[in-house]
């Protein structure tokens, strides 16, 4: 936290009208309160963490009297590294990349369990869809053997949970990596036969495609569903919105990993509390620069279902009438 200071020259001269009588004193003009201020990582710039943090810390400050520097970053990753160094206060972190960090697993194996980490509140959910152009006999993920699927930058998290569940299920599918905008053209040029995402709604790329040739919003069944979850236990069931697209005309069940407002034990309580308060207040102002996060509402706490929610936030639900489960309640 950077807070400012008072010069040892002012505090000397406030002393000495102190000294001198009482009504010196009075005459004195009243030192202004300094604001906290806090550093909040975000994301790199086109991405739904570096649109969230602005209007985030806009929100912040006019309801809750608390200034946050922004801090572009590459995104979740960094942002834990950077929570764990004690070189942010704040981070805007995907659950998939904290369940690693909580656990000490892939990325974060070499740091041990970041068992510091604290949960603030929800920001908005990426559901996992598959798109693919009518007339390619695409009805289910089944359908994908011997296929070639668009799947995101290469190790991103579309790309990594793509092919964990193929493995799972048995599907040998060809996956290709590459920009979203760019795969949304090759598949609209027939070099690919589906799209694989994991992001935000509405999916740009998702949506330039359906405004273009049609297609069909394919989600996840049962068995896959439970492959999923059983490969990636921070997935939570979820849908996607009727009319979410064009041409979609009911909704669509799938899964979704949460993105979360994230913090350290080192934040006090009083701050913790305001953040989370100020995030689930009123979605509407979020809303207007990311639309995903219209929907979010207190309840959504529940995506997390492995951190533990730092006690600030844990009064705000207790107040808000969202139960904690004891096993994620602060001790």
């Given at each position: 936290m950077k807070q400012a200071g008072v010069s040892r020259r002012m505090l000397i001269g406030i002393a000495g009208a102190a000294a001198i009588g009482g009504t010196a004193m009075m005459a004195w003009p009243a030192l202004a309160q300094t604001r906290p201020r806090y550093l909040l990582a975000t994301g790199a710039a086109g991405g739904s963490f570096h649109e969230y943090g602005p209007v985030f810390a806009e929100i912040v400050g006019r309801r809750a009297s608390i200034d946050l520097d922004i801090h572009a970053t590459a995104g979740s990753n960094d942002n834990i590294r950077a929570l764990a160094a004690a070189e942010a206060d704040l981070g805007l972190v995907s659950l998939g990349p904290a369940y690693g960090a909580w656990n000490g697993l892939g990325r974060f194996a070499a740091d041990g369990p970041q068992r510091g980490l604290r949960a603030l509140f929800p920001m908005y959910e990426a559901p996992l869809a598959l798109l693919a152009l009518p007339g390619k006999g695409i009805g289910n993920l089944s359908d994908l053997r011997g296929r070639k699927v668009g799947?995101?930058?290469?190790?991103?998290p579309a790309d990594i949970v793509f092919k964990g569940l193929a493995k799972a299920l048995g599907i040998e599918a060809r996956a290709v990596t590459?920009?979203?905008g760019d795969l949304a053209r090759k598949l609209e040029a027939?070099?690919?036969?589906a799209l694989w995402s994991g992001s935000p709604l509405p999916v740009a790329a998702f949506a330039d495609v359906l405004e273009k040739t049609g297609g069909v919003i394919l989600g996840l069944g049962g068995d896959e569903l439970a492959a999923l979850?059983?490969?990636?236990?921070?997935f939570t069931p979820a849908a996607i919105p009727a009319a979410t697209y064009r041409g979609q005309s009911a909704a669509v069940a799938t899964a979704s990993v949460w993105n979360f407002g994230l913090c350290t034990d080192r934040l006090p309580d009083d701050v913790a509390y305001a953040l989370t308060r100020a995030a689930l207040g009123d979605a509407k102002e979020l809303a207007a620069f990311v639309p995903a996060a219209a929907r979010t509402k207190a309840a959504d706490a529940a995506a997390n279902t492995f951190l533990t929610f730092h006690p600030g936030a844990a009064r705000y639900y207790r107040e808000a009438g969202v139960a904690i489960p004891a096993a994620l309640a602060p001790g």
């Open positions: 799947v995101g930058p290469a190790g991103g590459g920009a979203p027939g070099h690919l036969d979850r059983a490969a990636f236990p921070f």
